[in-house]
């Protein structure tokens, strides 16, 4: 993994792509005896710098673009609706996830070593776990409550305190997935006392954030269990609960052409459905390669033991981190009603200081 550049010169491979890690919060100690030709890899500096800049503009859009949209559905009453409390709980997740995980992974990947603490180390895996389950389970719920928009309108449908313990929901499921990494990531430099003499006078003094699992059986178990509830399991069911909206629409789009008014409406309902589908593809994109990653290195891990282990890792975690942007700018930039709704928030605030300056 590369080192993050300063003047003394660049250390062979860090311990990161030697731990069995599927992630820099996500390593346990492994079998440090695979290590082959490690004197051959070596820091790169225009990687690190391309990097931070590609990080560092993730972790810009992700804050600013969803603390913008979480603001102005909480102050426009009007937009106080079951999607966009779902929303705005999926923009939450996101500017989490964009504040907590982002910059320290960055940093951790680049410098080989933990510098943030312990209490952070367990942090850090809790909330990007956290965060993903509530992304996916807010997409879940967005999938459910459009279904029985479009395909039972006069049935069931989730009333706004319905979307509130959706979202109640949403958090303590996630959290109680989460659990495991609570328990078991620790700060430790027992992996780093195990490396070849080659690299016990760098990381002297120095420790790593892992997980110290029961069992490699126990963690294979979590983790396949968490790629079916995270990620595919899901995914599953909201295609085909937008694939039987898309049906539907089609089957009324010929009536609806009749009138103009009922026209107008269905086209608007599809504009809806197209952005909030684009959503879940973007979402289903951008998580796609991470968790490919780490299933391949949690059930073969050797594969990890060469020199591209941090660029592909840092690769396939940034296009995950994207995912933070993807809110924002599908329900908030690319929709001309959130920039209304941002330009009205933005009026409002400006004349509420001018009020308060006479």
């Keep these: 993994m590369p080192k993050m550049p300063n003047s003394a010169p660049l250390p062979p491979v860090p311990p990161l792509a030697i731990l069995n890690c599927s992630s820099p919060a996500n390593c346990s100690l492994g079998n440090l005896s695979a290590i082959v030709h490690a004197d051959e890899c070596h820091g790169n500096q225009p990687l690190f710098v391309i990097m931070a800049i590609a990080y560092s503009a993730v972790a810009f859009l992700g804050v600013v673009g969803n603390l913008a949209l979480i603001l102005v559905i909480a102050r426009q009453r009007e937009l106080h609706n079951v999607t966009n409390v779902l929303i705005a709980n999926l923009s939450l997740s996101d500017l989490l996830m964009a504040v907590m995980c982002l910059p320290f992974t960055f940093v951790y990947t680049f410098m080989d070593h933990w510098v943030f603490g312990a209490i952070m ?11 993903v389950s509530v992304s996916i389970f807010s997409l879940v719920l967005i999938a459910v409550e459009r279904h029985q928009l479009i395909l039972h309108p006069r049935g069931w449908r989730p009333s706004l305190s319905q979307a509130w313990l959706g979202v109640a929901f949403t958090w303590t499921l996630a959290l109680l997935t989460a659990t495991p990494f609570l328990l078991f990531s620790v700060v430790t430099d027992a992996p780093l006392r195990q490396l070849p003499s080659i690299f016990q006078e760098h990381y002297r003094g120095k420790v790593v954030c892992v997980e110290e699992w029961p069992s490699r059986e126990f963690k294979l178990t979590y983790t396949t269990t968490m790629l079916l509830l995270q990620y595919l399991v899901p995914l599953g069911f ?22 103009r008014e009922n026209k107008y409406r269905n086209n608007e309902t599809k504009r809806i459905n197209v952005m909030l589908f684009s959503i879940v593809v973007a979402f289903a994109v951008c998580w796609l390669p991470l968790n490919v990653f780490n299933a391949v290195i949690d059930w073969n891990h050797e594969v990890a033991m060469n020199c591209t282990h941090n660029p592909l890792f840092s690769l396939c975690h940034l296009t995950a981190m994207c995912s ?8 908030g930039f690319l929709n001309r009603n959130f920039q209304r709704d941002l330009r009205a928030f933005r009026l409002c605030k400006s004349l509420s200081v001018r009020e308060d300056e006479y």
Excluded at 122 to 128: A, D, G, T
Excluded at 238 to 259: A, E, V
């Design 324 to 331: 933070v942007c993807v809110n924002p700018v599908f329900y």
């Design 121 to 131: 180390c367990k942090l850090n895996s809790l909330v990007q776990c956290c965060s």
């Design 238 to 259: 909201i295609f085909i609960c937008y694939f039987k909206i898309y049906g539907r629409l089609r089957q009324r789009r010929n009536l609806m052409d009749r009138m």
